[in-house]
C-alpha cells in the first residue's frame, strides 16, 4: 500500500458529537474523540455512551478503508 493513513469524520451517535477516525496499513484504527476526552479532567461523562474499543463505526470505515 502506498499510504500512511487515511481519516474521516463522522456523526457518531453514540457520543453525540463528530469523530474523527484513523485507519492505518497495519489494519489499526484509533478515534480522535476517544483520545481526546481520555486525556481530559470530566472527559469519561462524554464517554459514557461510547462503543470503544469494539465501535462498530470504526468497524466500518475500516473496512470500507481496505476495500477501496
Not at 500500500?1 to 492505518?24: E, H, L, N, P, S
Request: with cysteine; aromatic share 12%.
Amino acid at each position: 500500500m502506498g499510504w500512511q493513513v487515511t481519516a474521516t469524520t463522522i456523526k457518531c451517535d453514540y457520543v453525540g458529537d463528530f469523530a474523527v477516525v484513523m485507519v492505518y496499513p497495519d489494519k489499526t484504527a484509533k478515534c480522535a474523540f476517544v483520545n481526546k476526552h481520555t486525556k481530559l479532567k470530566g472527559g469519561q461523562k462524554k464517554l459514557q455512551g461510547c462503543k470503544w474499543p469494539d465501535c462498530p463505526l470504526v468497524s466500518q470505515f475500516r473496512e470500507r478503508a481496505f476495500a477501496m
